[in-house]
């Protein structure tokens, strides 16, 4: 680690690399500088990191000479891609083959990923328990991301591969928080059967993205995964009833039945909720809870999270 080095983080009004960018400046050892990568760099949320000492730097995916000027001169980088912005695992692989280049260009001395499993090495095209999508994909979220780990080792960048889990979140801003049964009840529905789902509070996921920043020594070449705790369908139900203070049942949803919702990307979420479930002992393992806490120690479970955020659930 170079004292002072500069860290570039992609996406840093966002989810994740907002919640590295805020980890970084609340060290008040200050170990990094924080390079904010923002396609908009004069919205309220990048005058707000300027604000507080930041470099903001505008920074396209879409555009490699954009990612080379971003990433020149930085200690780091912390490269991730959002797929729900446009829906496509073609663009996420591009996105991240212009990262990775980027990197080694840059001579960056460490480089975090923000990944997932490519589920087809489990799952193969051939394999009908789940539909194939768009011809080349089973989870194109999490295929086009687990593909481009090998694109940042084939480029020789420094790289820590970290996968994600489930945000708490999405129960705020995906719709998947629990929804009025009509009988002063409430009901919480997920596609996972009894399997568990390794979720965890998109803050901790940028606590511990800082965490591995400062042992280079330890996480390069190496692949981890997060999370805050691994409950069950029923057991988020008992917690959130406890929280919000009203009845909630767990119900289930077939994996046909999810991704015949309609929504963009029911298909898509539907198999990869059946992933989870069906390999949900290799998911949980590669998601380990005392890696996790070692890397944040306040890392929330369900419950401590909803302790702060059960009244930002929308409840339909």
């Given at each position: 680690m170079v004292a002072n080095g500069v860290l570039a983080v992609v996406g840093a009004t966002g989810a994740q690399g907002g919640a590295l960018a805020r980890a970084i400046l609340a060290d008040p050892a200050r170990p990094f500088h924080l390079r904010a990568l923002t396609r908009n760099p004069k919205a309220p949320a990048a005058e707000a990191l300027r604000q507080r000492g930041a470099e903001v730097l505008a920074c396209d995916l879409d555009d490699p000479a954009s990612v080379a000027r971003a990433f020149q001169g930085a200690y780091g980088a912390f490269c991730?891609?959002?797929?729900?912005?446009?829906?496509?695992?073609?663009?996420?692989?591009?996105?991240?083959?212009?990262?990775?280049?980027?990197?080694?260009?840059?001579?960056?001395?460490?480089?975090?990923?923000?990944?997932?499993?490519?589920?087809?090495?489990?799952?193969?095209?051939?394999?009908?328990r789940m539909p194939t999508l768009g011809g080349r994909y089973k989870v194109p979220h999490f295929d086009a991301k687990g593909a481009a780990d090998d694109t940042f080792r084939r480029e020789g960048a420094p790289t820590?591969?970290?996968?994600?889990?489930?945000?708490?979140?999405?129960?705020?801003?995906?719709?998947?928080?629990?929804?009025?049964?009509?009988?002063?009840?409430l009901v919480f529905s997920l596609p996972m059967g009894r399997a568990r789902l390794p979720g965890i509070a998109v803050e901790d996921i940028g606590r511990c993205a800082y965490a591995v920043f400062k042992?280079?020594?330890?996480?390069?070449?190496?692949?981890?995964?997060?999370?805050?705790?691994?409950?069950?369908?029923?057991?988020?139900?008992?917690?959130?009833?406890?929280?919000?203070?009203?009845?909630?049942?767990?119900?289930?949803?077939?994996?046909?039945?999810?991704?015949?919702?309609?929504?963009?990307?029911?298909?898509?979420?539907?198999?990869?909720?059946?992933?989870?479930?069906?390999?949900?002992?290799?998911?949980?393992?590669?998601?380990?809870?005392?890696?996790?806490?070692?890397?944040?120690?306040?890392?929330?479970?369900?419950?401590?999270?909803?302790?702060?955020?059960?009244?930002?659930?929308?409840?339909?």
């Amino acid at each position: 680690m170079v004292a002072n080095g500069v860290l570039a983080v992609v996406g840093a009004t966002g989810a994740q690399g907002g919640a590295l960018a805020r980890a970084i400046l609340a060290d008040p050892a200050r170990p990094f500088h924080l390079r904010a990568l923002t396609r908009n760099p004069k919205a309220p949320a990048a005058e707000a990191l300027r604000q507080r000492g930041a470099e903001v730097l505008a920074c396209d995916l879409d555009d490699p000479a954009s990612v080379a000027r971003a990433f020149q001169g930085a200690y780091g980088a912390f490269c991730l891609t959002n797929f729900w912005e446009h829906f496509s695992a073609e663009k996420e692989a591009a996105q991240a083959a212009t990262m990775a280049r980027a990197s080694r260009s840059a001579g960056l001395a460490h480089v975090i990923w923000s990944t997932l499993e490519d589920t087809r090495e489990r799952v193969p095209l051939s394999d009908a328990r789940m539909p194939t999508l768009g011809g080349r994909y089973k989870v194109p979220h999490f295929d086009a991301k687990g593909a481009a780990d090998d694109t940042f080792r084939r480029e020789g960048a420094p790289t820590t591969c970290l996968r994600t889990s489930f945000y708490w979140e999405n129960l705020i801003h995906f719709g998947m928080g629990p929804k009025a049964d009509g009988a002063g009840g409430l009901v919480f529905s997920l596609p996972m059967g009894r399997a568990r789902l390794p979720g965890i509070a998109v803050e901790d996921i940028g606590r511990c993205a800082y965490a591995v920043f400062k042992e280079p020594g330890r996480w390069i070449g190496k692949t981890l995964g997060v999370a805050g705790e691994h409950p069950t369908g029923a057991e988020m139900a008992a917690a959130l009833a406890e929280a919000l203070g009203r009845p909630v049942r767990y119900e289930p949803v077939a994996f046909d039945a999810y991704r015949a919702l309609g929504f963009p990307g029911a298909d898509d979420l539907g198999n990869m909720f059946q992933y989870k479930h069906d390999f949900e002992a290799e998911f949980c393992a590669a998601r380990d809870l005392g890696v996790a806490r070692a890397l944040c120690p306040s890392i929330r479970n369900f419950r401590t999270w909803l302790a702060a955020n059960a009244p930002r659930i929308p409840l339909g």
